[in-house]
Each structure stands twice: as C-alpha cells, then as structure tokens.
C-alpha cells in the first residue's frame, strides 16, 4: 500500500495481525553527498543535533520518552538520505511517528551543545582512523565511486571542525523536507489510520527543492595507504548492477557463491584451504544509479602479496561459471534469510523503504522468491559471460605496496 501526499511525502505500508509490534523507517534526503568538499561532516553534524531535543523536548525528555514508550531505535546518515528508524509494541508505533516528526520538522540545535555534538561525531572518525580496516574500506569506496558517491558520511576533522551553527542551521532547513522522503511502515497497524496519522504530523511540512549532486569523475586504480605494523588489508572492488536493474538478482547470487557462508569460494580458497588469512568477503552494495562488488580480506603482512593473488585468481575464476551445487547451498541461505526478514517488523520496514527508494514500488515476499527461484546456474553463467569481473579498483593498507598479477 502506498499514498503521497501532497507535499511529496511517500507513505508505504504493509499491516499484518501476525504481529504485536509495528516499525517504521524515514528516509529523508539529506545524505552526506550533500557536505560542501570543505564542509565534510556536515550532514552527519546536523543529524547528531538533531537529536538534541525537538518539538516540546529537550535532549533528556527525548531520550526518557523514547525509552518509556519501548522504542528500539537507529538514526544513521548515508550517501543521500538520513534514516530514523524505530521499532515498538503497536500501541508506540503513532506517539513514536509524533516524536520523530518533531526531530525532522521542529529539531533546536541547541547552540550551547554544538561543541559536544562535534566531539561525538570526531570521536567517529578518529575510531575509524583506529579500526585499519574500515579506514581501508572507506578509501575503497572512496577511490571507487565517482565523487561524492563514495564518501564516509562521517566526513573528517577539518570539515568538521570548521561547521558553524548557522550552517546547520541551514543544512537542516533546505535538506529536511518532505520532497524526496520515504514513511515506510510495517507490523499491527491500520492503514487508513496511519494515513491520518500521517497526514496530521507531516500534511503540512513544506517542501524544499531537491539539490542535484552531478559526480565528478571517479579515481580507479591502485592505491596503498602505508601503515606501520604487522597486518596487511587488501580492499578490491568492481563494477556490477544496481538493485533496480532486471538483471541484479544474477549478479547477487554471483557474489552469494563466491562469499556467503562457510562453503563460499573466498572462505574455502583463501582461509580454509591455505590459511592465508583471518578475514575474507566480498558485497554486492548498491546505490540507486551505481553498484559495485566489494571484496575484503585481512592477513600479516608476511602473507599479503600471496592473500592478493589468490583472491583476485578467485574473482577472476567467477567469470568461468558457477555449479548447480553451489547455487543450491546458496539458495538454502536465501530461504532462510527471507523467512527471518517476515519474522522481523523493523526489517521488513527498511525494505520498504529500500524498495520504492530504488524502484519506485514495494516487491512482495512472494515476489521475491519467485525472482530467487528463476535464478538458475545457466542464468548466472549467462550474466557473467556479459559482465566479468573487470575494471578493479584496489586499496591496500599496510607495510608495503602490493601489486596485481
């Protein structure tokens, strides 16, 4: 079920008596694509304040309510959206969808605690200065993607050190509106309700124009990011298929062969037959226009050039095909992570939203085990004759620069 209302806000929902609870997911498009390049942080700055009391709340009174009505929540900053995602017994879903309307629409971004709020968000990116692995990814993405679709949302010192008030005052009022922004709701609710809920929190939000972020010309290639110690990390990434695209489905279960579970090709290759490393994967992640397979793997420096080779051999070896064994070990991982996603309102919510984000509309469960179920190996295979992995963008951090054979 979707409705837009008439400021462009998009309410979708699935209610279901199977469930005592209900979820909601809000996307709003105020992702960090929109930081000005000297500004980096600014996006996730202002999300952190907002959360600083909202509507007839201070910081406390928000946290105490949230937590007096039972809400399990998340607020993160992506790419191009903010999500503010909670989920609670049916009874929470409209005083929680009231809170967070105030958090959106009526947020203080109290002057007198924006120093606090900037050493939040620095204590992020130095984390990530001490975690060699996710620095590594974040450099991936970055050297992968044209700019600024590669960048971490937690930006860096100097952006944020150099965000004033006023320009989260600003941020907030032109990129937090209803143009653009997802309600996706799923669990015990009524749909005509929730519409009237909706309508009454967000019917009269105005709208802001939506900015266009043209990207700017990517950096693939090589890189290595030196690193004093005894472990290496080995970032490659690749170009494959967006979540929209009628052939994504392929290239998914494409990646599922070559690293889901404990009998994928990266774990059995390079950790278990040769214990090369401690860490090995590769993602498909999608953005709307663009998508690329990430691939990861942490090993001693000792055995990184090795750990290389025999990973980029694997990705290579995909474009040969898969077996209808590995297909069937991978299918059995699907079903069950599709019957975990019904059982769960929160995760089914974030679908939502991730579907009508990315296609305009809401895939049904069935409809998506009728798309796994006519994935076949003939259909992978014919997929990876037209797309091999190619095109490799590679990040090392360690010791010593690593090379592609």
Known sequence: MSHRLANGLTVIGEPSDAFESAAFTLLTPSGCRYDPDDRLGLASLTCEMMLRGAGSRDSRALVNDLDAMGVEHTETVGISHATFSASSLADSLEPALALYADVVRRPHLPADQLEQGRQVCLQEVYGVEDEPSQKLMNELRRQHYPSPWGRASCGDEAGLNAVTQDEILAFQASHYGP????????????????????????????????????????????????????????????????????????????????????????????????????????????????????????????????????????????????????????????????????????????????????????????????????????????????????????VTLGPEPLRLK
């Not at 990207?215 to 890189?223: K, M, W």
């Not at 997929?383 to 095109?391: F, I, Q």
């Open 179 to 394: 143009e653009g922004s997802i309600l996706a709701v799923a669990g015990r609710f009524d749909w005509q309700e929730l519409l009237r809920v909706a309508e009454r929190l967000f019917g009269d939000w105005a709208p802001t124009p939506l900015t266009r972020t043209p990207p700017n010309r990517s950096t693939t290639g090589s890189r290595h990011l030196p690193f004093e110690g005894s472990q290496c990390h080995i970032g490659i990434a690749y170009p494959s298929v967006a979540y929209r695209d009628p052939e994504y489905f392929q290239a998914w279960s494409a990646v599922g062969v070559l690293s889901s579970g404990m009998s994928s090709r990266l774990f059995t290759e390079v950790r278990e037959k040769r214990g090369l490393c401690y860490t090995v994967y590769a993602s498909l992640q999608s953005q709307v226009d663009r998508a690329a397979v990430l691939c990861y793997a942490g090993t001693t420096a000792e055995r990184a050039q090795e750990t290389l080779d025999v990973t980029y051999a694997e990705l290579i070896r995909l474009a040969e095909g898969v077996t209808v064994e590995e297909l069937g070990r991978l299918k059995a991982r699907i079903k069950s992570a599709l019957i975990l996603q019904q059982e769960s309102t929160a995760s089914r919510a974030g679908t939502l939203a991730r579907d009508w984000r990315h296609l305009g509309r809401v895939r049904s469960m069935v409809e998506v085990g009728e798309l796994i179920d006519a994935v076949t190996a003939d259909t992978i295979n014919a997929y990876l004759a037209k797309n091999p992995p190619r095109d490799f963008t590679m």
